[in-house]
């Protein structure tokens, strides 16, 4: 069930209440076609998780969150024990979407406890499930908080600059609408500010071209494509005030890991005097790791450079070396732009203080 | 007509004297399929420099001179009057298959050279036509001696060195046989070392992906092909001893202007604390202009990045900037290898010493 979206586009959206159903823009199809993946069963938000129609840890702790909704819309409110069977059978079916998806079981979890908390506070099905659909619009509504407070935070952080460059997608698309490195440039727009965004097309998977710039270009934010081996030549002339990217994880003493290439313009913009900021929330802090040098980087199949889009480019058999993230040190970031702040400098003693903080 | 090569592969080569028939490896279907293509009519020829079938500055000037002799092989060694007009004729289309390829004016000049002095001197069209082989395969021998000394000063300069990393293609299949970049390589190969090279795939046209991991690979060099933007990455992990990569055009301060990204490899090789080479042969010097900022920046058609792949991997509409070069400043380049040596430190003074010497 696929149509055209027209305008205000929103990348999760759930209509109606418990008989509602959940409208996924599909990222797949970005940035040549605009279709919305309409899920009123959970089979197709499995789908949609598991094919990466949904991607980045908010939009799939959501996505999973309002597919349990919908997943509990094939038994009635009669009918107390099978409701409960299908609560499991949606939510462990759900959780084998994407296996590695951290947000995924966080948010599964989130909504069992919600409704084994109401059974033993003695409510029934029906107002169970309406407090499901509650639960599930609270986790959206959160997220739509933290990148609001991300965006404003960084807009004020970054008030003097108007030229930024951005890499990988830390927009809306992986978040619930504002996402978080383009969470400030949304908030700047909103202020009034005219701004210009060079993106970094981000090879191999072109997370840049294909997401970030059509983010950009829906909103009317001047944005300028360029390959990721172009970056030092526009901060070479000057075309750059400040650079903000997402993170992945960040250690406790600040230490980074964002997509490959975070690194590479973290260390040019230090050469070029340009400061560089991560935009992230409090969530994505690992504070069980002390620095940057006990983050496993993940090394992705070599396909995604040899093959990229299906075409071969490279010879058979050449030696490939794919690591998913990078990860930048604490002493090449200007400020950490958190929902509760901005942690500046970068410190184990700034982040823990801001990690205490509410 | 094309075959397959299977062994000894050459890019270029004549094979025959004055009924002799050029061939040319087809670049444009590199890495996926090795193809020869056979001219024996200067159309071929033609046809091969502007489709990019054969590309690099000094390879286009070899194939157009070869193209010369095969040209003239429509006309008989008895009508001298046919013969003039045809080699004219020859020289003018050859001219017009790539108007911006300074080597190419320059092989067909210094063919018409020598068959109006031998003309002047009295010889016959027979002896001008074998002449003019000879003069074809002075211009492949001169430049295959040029790469050869290339690669030998560079092995010499870093004999010391094992792991390399290098950009774009500045190798056999641009030039005859050693390339300059990869020449340094090939002699270190040829000197015993055992050697690991890193290669940036280079967007947007991939010529590391395509060209020079083929070429490394053919001569069994291990080698390793990453994305632009995990060059940081490697130097990081000590995995890179020095870069090396070729260059378009250098001023007389030493300034080098190279395929794009080659900037960025040279700020992040000092940050790294990691040597930056430029190889190229005396000829790339401009002595005309100061430095780089004389040299205007080529900007490219944006398709290369938002179709790179055949494919639209960007929203219709987007801003893009593609520029084709920049320009590295002498500061962060620790040596200019050249056929005469190795000018270092780079500066106008060493850059003048080396260009007066023979």
Redesign the interface.
Known sequence: MQSELTADIEPIRFVGQTDGTLELLDQTR???ELTVIRCSDVETVWEAIKKLRVRGAPAIGIAAAYGVVVGLQTVGDEDAAAFWKRLDEVTDYLAGSRPTAVNLFWALDRMKRVAHQLRDAGQSIAEIRTALVAEAKTIHAEDRDTCRAIGRHGADELKGAANFLTHCNAGGLATAEYGTALAVFFTLQDDGKDLHV?V?????L?QG??LT??EL?QRKI?????????????M?EGRVDAIVTGADRIAANGDSANK??T??LA??A??HGIPFYIAAPISTFDMAIDSGDEIPIEERA?EE??H????????????????AF?VTPAELIQGIITERGVISPVTTEMVAKMFAAE
């Open positions: 970005l940035p040549v060079f970094d097309e981000t090879r191999p072109l071209a294909r710039a059509w270009a001047r944005a300028t494509l360029i390959c990721d081996s172009m970056a030092a030549q526009v070479r490959i290439g690194y590479s260390v040019l230090k050469a070599s450079i040899t990229g889009f299906g075409k071969q480019t490279a010879p058979e058999g050449i030696g490939v070396y794919n690591p990078d």
